[in-house]
């Protein structure tokens, strides 16, 4: 527990200039951010203060050896105006299991959970109330120690910033399944929420959506084989009754919103497979008609349906189902964040 978190507040707030009605995602920000400095062998005290740009020098090793993970998170409020996170302990393990892959110091636990429960009541006015929307929230480490060489930083920020944001995504989205590129290896970083992932997805969904696709299907790295991930969610696929989505690795994101989708598609007794899943059985049970739904799951999106994909120059549709169970899981899980249903499994964290 942290005691005093110095608080130094802006002298003119942003907030009057935001239109809450007409949020783009993560486009928008509060505020007031959190920095929080590891130097001399140490993480520091952090602090609260107004958001501004970050000053740099130009050998800072983020620039060069990519030292640098995240996570991603929302705050809702409820009718009450009360303030709510969603298994934020779990992002904050996170974070450290992605920084130790990076060889990055892990952080202490009450400098992520006090810090950005400070920050969210300092800035409670940003969380906005409208259906469907959000405050989000990214906590950050990146390596901000000087020098060319080759080798891990002396010196890094932990960051809090935050958005009040709209949807993701809107409506169902064309993926195209990968046959070239990967998005992760065995013995690599697909596990950890490192910025190179992200950067390394960019050009091959480019590609898919020169072609007329909004994401990309990624497939395991040595014979593009197995379904992993879904651009940058993990993902569900039902066949017949059953819910189908691939286990944890070296190359597939432990995802806090998957791990729910399971727990929570279980206690409503949906059968659930964690296992491997080809794209040849993906491929064929939409051609005998027994392919019901595909979506991915993620933290902005929740849930975000797929319409249609395409592998090997065919596209196959989805059926179109009146009722589904993607918008049965988000509406339960969407529910439980923002305090309008029971919370039986202890996620909804109280700020």
Known sequence: MINDIEIIK???SKINEVD???LKFGSVFSDHMLVCDYKDGKWHAPKIMPY???TLDPSAKIFHYGQSVFEGMKAYKDADENVWLFRPED????????SKRLSIPELPKAYFMDGLITLLKLDKDWIPTNEGSSLYIRPFVFASGQGFHASPADEYKFIICTAPSGSYFSGEVKVLIEEKYSRSANGGVGFAKAGGNYAGQ??????AKAKGYQQVIWTDDHKHEYIEEAGAMNIFIRINDTLITGPTSDRILDGITRKSIIELAESENIPVEVRKITVTEVVDAAK???LKEMFGAGTAAVVSPISAFGYKGTDYDLPKL??????????RITDIQT????DPFGWRYKV
């Open 202 to 207: 960019f050009y091959p969904t480019q590609l």
């Open 10 to 12: 802006t002298k003119s």
């Open 339 to 342: 305090n309008k249903a029971e």
């Open 91 to 98: 992002n904050c393990n996170r974070l450290n299991i992605s």
């Open 20 to 22: 809450f009605d007409d």
């Open 288 to 290: 005998n008609g027994s």
């Open 52 to 54: 501004q740009p970050l």
């Open 322 to 331: 009146e009722s589904t169970y993607a918008d049965f899981l988000k509406k």
